[in-house]
């Protein structure tokens, strides 16, 4: 993602993972969200002198502080149902 990368790629990635976390497509978005990481790690040189990337960069970021909880939250919830299930499976007969 070198120098073809642009801020309108970025968006494009921004918008995808909010629609599949809008529909419940984790899946997708486990794959979607690494890609946005790894632009993230990789803005031009002088990203900050455009008001384009700035502004996505904001939003993206904006978005993934307010995701952050919600997703640890859903890693617990589903923690504690495997664990729960792990330890109901002694009394269930096959």
């Given at each position: ?27 997708s978005a486990s794959e979607t969200l690494p890609k946005i990481l ?22 993206v970021d904006d978005y993934l502080n307010a995701l952050q909880p ?25």
């Amino acid at each position: 993602m070198a120098a073809a990368s642009s801020p309108e790629q970025l968006q494009q990635l921004h918008q995808q993972l909010q629609q599949q976390i809008a529909d419940s497509e984790f899946e997708s978005a486990s794959e979607t969200l690494p890609k946005i990481l790894t632009f993230l790690e990789q803005l031009p040189d002088g990203w900050t002198d455009s008001n384009d990337w700035v502004q996505v960069v904001a939003e993206v970021d904006d978005y993934l502080n307010a995701l952050q909880p919600e997703l640890e939250q859903t890693r617990d919830e589903t923690s504690a149902a495997v664990t729960k299930i792990g330890k109901s499976k002694k009394g269930v007969k096959a």
